[in-house]
């Protein structure tokens, strides 16, 4: 589990920041040196208080978004890989099936007959007016 931001520590020492960045001799402390051990990090907690139902629960949190990250990075991957997939058999189902030229046809009649009844019931209501005003 993380040591929370909630975690009070035991002591505070105040060290101007000058003064440490000389005594690191800019030094970054690598991974390893920054990885704390789990059940160092749980004895901390524990210590300062929190209840060990409260570690698990964080801890099974924390497992479980790090799983979700995993499975994210993965799916990432895949899904890179399943859209050009689709983009290749949609091209070759386009070619063997004719399909977009049926659709763009289907969709020309259609809107020719849209068009032919919207004049029709545009000269409707035309004479609709005229004989209404008169």
């Known amino acids: 589990p993380p040591v929370t931001l909630a975690w009070e520590p035991f002591n505070i020492v105040s060290w101007p920041i000058d003064a440490y960045e000389q005594e690191r ?28 139902r409260q570690i698990t629960v964080k801890s099974r949190d924390v497992t479980r978004a790090r799983m979700a990250r ?19 058999i949609r091209g070759l189902m ?12 289907y969709i020309a009649r259609n809107m020719e007959k849209a068009r032919e009844q919207k004049e029709a019931y545009d000269a409707l209501a035309k004479e609709l007016n005229e004989s209404i005003i008169a």
């Open 25 to 52: 001799g800019g030094m970054i402390r690598g991974y390893l040196e920054m990885k704390m051990d789990a059940m160092h990090r749980v004895a901390i907690l524990e210590r300062g208080g929190m209840p060990k």
């Open 70 to 88: 995993l499975q994210t990075n993965q799916m990432i991957y895949k899904a890179q890989a399943e859209e050009r997939k689709e983009r290749v």
């Open 94 to 105: 386009n070619l063997v099936s004719n399909k977009k030229r049926k659709e763009r046809s």
